[in-house]
């Protein structure tokens, strides 16, 4: 009889181990197409992929937290992926940085449970939208602000808040194209802040973002705080679950993913 | 012998009035060779002779109150020119602004008396510097900041402030090339501020600066905080009056001019 060789010497078994990776990324986006890879152009998924995968030595799929429009930054994006190279984390991101862009950072790379993944995973985001109330355009914040000028009125822009808070249907404020079933979404908490002289952001903190829905919020806030629209009429425009009710869609330079919330959702 | 008519008629006279300009510009310096017309690719100056030209209809020299090195930013530069045009002040910043590129704005345009030239009536100017002090590189600042790492040592840079402050020959952060002829300039203030997470920002005030010195003075202090030099040296190196003596320059990203002072100036 005998002892029989095993087919498979052992060290080659451990490199095929599955690991699952999240991902931190930050991204100035006004030189690609979005998040969502795609045939026209340039898109952060896409050059993830490519840098990723050339690190980890085979193709890999990225799945991030949601898509990002052609121009929206982010500071604080999660992506996840799943692979059987044995590289830890921390080569993954100085590999990473070392071939993406330099527009493009991964900031954070962590090995987590296999059940991870960034998009169903995750419990809420934050996004950030900046405006520029210059009363000459500024050049200094021309890639990541909305030029407003400097009469918005920006008290009558938070009377909007208590119209926007909590779970609602927000079908006024998605455009086509989405994937999602449900147009309801819960806003759990909106800021306005001045970080700078003639500069407004605001924040919003949601369970989940249908497709452009914070561009369309900031526009339809713009429109109010331009005394276009009353706060008021946000009611009679969420009831009417119509895009066309709301008001025009903010540029996609202002609008930033700050962060992606998990276990440490705090709402 | 009767009356001989004029050969000029008057309301020809008018429009040859000489005035004075005064503009204040804005730009986001990273696709410009600096301030001063040169034959290699766009400046500032250029552009903003090409364009105030247009709106005089006739070509016309402007000064600004100093140059900028190529990538430099600025929020408040400076600059002034002599028209017969009989345009306003606002046909001159509304009819500008649309001929630059939007990296560049004229964001005030004042007439001033004929007496006041952007340089030789300039009291003392202030520069900012920034840092990006995020442990991997921030697309959101990369234009704008210079990546140097969580690593310095604050409170250290601060303690090179003394070395600094007050009338000094600054020989020692003077590159080559300076038209000045007295390499001696006062540094009225020094101010550093952290306006932002993982952002530092480093205020200089002074009667004048030579050419690089903001520059090599961030390098410097940027070498103190690093612990390659102590704070002593800068004894040293300002009493050497040798640009060999000092650290290095740092990149031109990070330097923002925000005001020029004429009778303003606070010190």
């Known amino acids: 009889m005998g002892v029989t060789a095993p087919i ?8 095929f181990m599955e ?67 044995p590289r830890s984390p921390a080569q993954i991101l100085a590999g990473a940085n070392t071939l993406l862009p330099r527009e493009i950072a991964v900031i954070k790379a962590e ?33 990541q602000a909305w030029p407003v000028g400097p009469n918005l009125d920006w008290a009558k822009l938070k009377l909007c808040f208590p119209f926007l808070l909590g779970e609602r249907d927000f079908s006024s404020f998605q455009s086509k194209g989405s994937e999602v079933q449900s147009p309801v979404r819960s806003i759990t908490h909106l800021e306005l802040s001045f970080p700078g002289p003639r500069l407004a952001r605001l924040y919003f903190y949601a369970t989940g973002f249908l497709r452009h829905m914070a561009r369309a919020i900031t526009g339809t806030l713009y ?5 276009q629209l009353a706060p008021e009429d946000l009611s009679r425009i969420l009831e009417a679950r119509d895009r066309r009710q709301a008001g025009l869609m903010a540029p996609a330079q202002g609008l930033c993913l700050r962060r992606v919330y998990y276990e440490d959702w705090p709402f």
Chains 1, 2 share one sequence.
């Not at 520029?132 to 914040?141: E, F, G, H, K, W």
Request: with cysteine; aromatic share 8%.
């Open 8 to 15: 498979i010497a052992p060290h080659l078994i451990k490199p």
């Open 19 to 85: 690991k699952n990776f999240k991902l931190t990324v930050a991204y100035e986006g006004t030189n690609f197409r979005g998040w969502q890879r795609q045939s026209m152009g340039p898109t952060i998924q896409e050059l993830l992929e490519l840098a990723v995968g050339r690190v980890c030595a085979h193709p890999v799929t990225i799945h991030g937290s949601g898509r990002t429009d052609a121009g929206v930054h982010a500071q604080g994006q999660v992506a996840s992926f799943k692979t059987t190279s």
């Open 111 to 143: 090995e987590v449970d296999l059940s991870f993944h960034a998009r169903f995973s995750a419990r809420g985001k934050c996004y950030s939208y900046d405006f520029s109330s210059s009363p000459v355009r500024d050049p200094l914040t021309l890639r």
């Open 223 to 227: 429109n109010v705080a331009r005394g």
